[in-house]
């Protein structure tokens, strides 16, 4: 189901993909797998990618508070596959799982570490302004695929909030 940027639901507002590096630049759609999003490639496979790390995730309204700030932060120049909006992005944490679209369902893994080469978008080439440890809630985060598929601009969001198991937080 598509959704406009006055959705009252969580929605995906960009795909970004690029051959290498920051900026990605957006496209109308794209086939999510277990491997990442079909037509990007990152510039550090070391560091960026595998199936822990297939998908990169960031919020909307992170971005536009950033911009607000000063920095020309813009969706897709921070290396994220998929600029979300509408969702609590602070709240957002490792085994929180999103459901895109009609097929695809990711789990967050980690939360990113902000890398040099997106210095050019802040202010000062602050670029640790997206790190977690200084800043949290303002991260990217890095998500693993459950559920294949293709994901549209606009696609709904349900956010799955990790239910803890017994034992589990002691």
């Not at 957006?26 to 086939?31: G, K």
């Not at 797998?33 to 992170?62: M, N, W, Y």
């Not at 080439?125 to 200084?134: A, E, L, Q, Y």
């Not at 598929?149 to 937080?169: H, N, R």
């Amino acid at each position: 189901m598509s959704r406009s940027r006055f959705s009252t639901h969580p929605y995906v507002h960009q795909i970004n993909v690029s051959n290498g590096g920051v900026p990605k630049h957006p496209v109308p759609e794209a086939r999510i797998t277990v491997d990442g999003v079909a037509g990007d490639r990152q510039r550090s496979p070391k560091i960026h990618g595998g199936p822990d790390r297939a998908v990169c995730l960031f919020s909307l309204e992170v971005i536009e508070a950033l911009h607000a700030e000063g920095h020309s932060i813009a969706p897709g120049s921070s290396g994220e596959n998929l600029t979300l909006a509408g969702l609590d992005w602070a709240r957002l944490k490792p085994g929180d799982r999103l459901g895109i679209g009609e097929t695809v369902r990711l789990e967050m893994v980690s939360y990113t570490a902000p890398c040099q080469n997106n210095a050019a978008w802040f202010k000062d080439g602050n670029f640790t302004r997206i790190s977690h440890k200084r800043y949290p809630g303002w991260s990217r985060l890095y998500a693993r695929v459950l559920t294949e598929g293709i994901v549209k601009q606009g696609d709904e969001v349900q956010v799955e909030v990790k239910v803890k198991t017994e034992g589990e937080g002691k």
